[in-house]
């Protein structure tokens, strides 16, 4: 019996398959086909095969990319709505009367805002004031205050600076910008102090330039430059209004 089996061994010889490691085991639908075949490390992979690797059935269960950005367009709009709902309610806590300014606080602070971004504008700041608000002597400290202002003095007041255009011009607005500094606070301190300096200079009686007449050069430039006409027959000073019409032309006045 003994050397029945002895002769069988050695007629016949045992395969031993490999046992694969559970590495290279997947997970059901979770990889691509061309990867069920297990690849020796020194086998290149043909063109059609690595692009087998990128390419997916399409199951036609999915929207296309125009649709895709259709839905992240609804999805930001709802995101909004909701801000709106539910917390623009919360602001009324931090509502404030409004009070109109007084001659005690005649400067305008104008401030840039890019919706949180960070930007080398957000730092800037710009105040404007009425001269006729500023605590100036008299007229010929008016006179000497728009001598020294130079070209940031103008008869009209700056289209950015929230004035109403139906407010009465009288001896002009002064402007003032700065952007040097990296801190908002900082700027708005430098304009501050310039514009108090130069109150103080002009309310300075030791000389008070009356002989000397203002410079309207950058005023006729800026009128020019736009290009409206308004440099013909003195309309740069006195520009016709509504207050100009007729009252006699009016119905019911004769």
């Known amino acids: 019996m003994a050397s029945c089996l002895a002769r069988l061994a050695r007629s016949h010889t045992i395969a031993r398959h490999p046992v694969a490691s559970t590495s290279s085991l997947r997970h059901f639908a979770s990889s691509s086909p061309a990867l069920a075949r297990r690849v020796k490390p020194e086998e290149k992979l043909t063109a059609d095969q690595a692009f087998d690797l990128l390419d997916d ?32 309610p919360k602001l009324v806590a931090y509502r404030k009367p409004f009070t109109p300014p007084a001659s005690a606080t005649p400067m305008i602070v104008r401030s840039l805002d890019y919706a949180g971004e960070e930007h080398p504008a957000t730092a800037k700041r710009v105040i404007v004031a009425a001269v006729d608000e500023l605590p100036l002597r008299d007229a010929a400290a008016i006179h000497k205050f728009k001598l020294i202002a130079g070209p940031r003095w103008t008869l009209n007041p700056p289209a950015d600076a929230g004035i109403s255009g139906s407010q009465i011009w009288a001896n002009g607005f002064i402007k003032i910008s700065c952007e040097d500094f990296p801190k908002p606070s900082m700027n708005l301190k430098w304009a501050s102090d310039t514009l108090d300096r130069l109150i103080a200079e002009a309310n300075d009686t030791g000389d008070t330039f009356k002989n000397v007449p203002l410079d309207l050069r950058h005023m006729r430039s800026k009128v020019r430059k736009a290009k409206r006409g308004d440099h013909l027959r003195g309309r740069m000073f006195n520009r016709p209004s509504i207050l100009d019409f007729p009252r006699e032309w009016l119905p019911g006045h004769s």
Do not use: F, N, P
């Not at 649709?67 to 709106?84: A, K, P, S, T």
């Open 57 to 88: 059935e399409y199951d036609d269960d999915d929207t296309t990319s125009a649709g895709h950005l259709m839905l992240r367009e609804q999805r930001q709009v709802l995101y909004y709505l909701r801000l709106i709902e539910h917390e623009m």
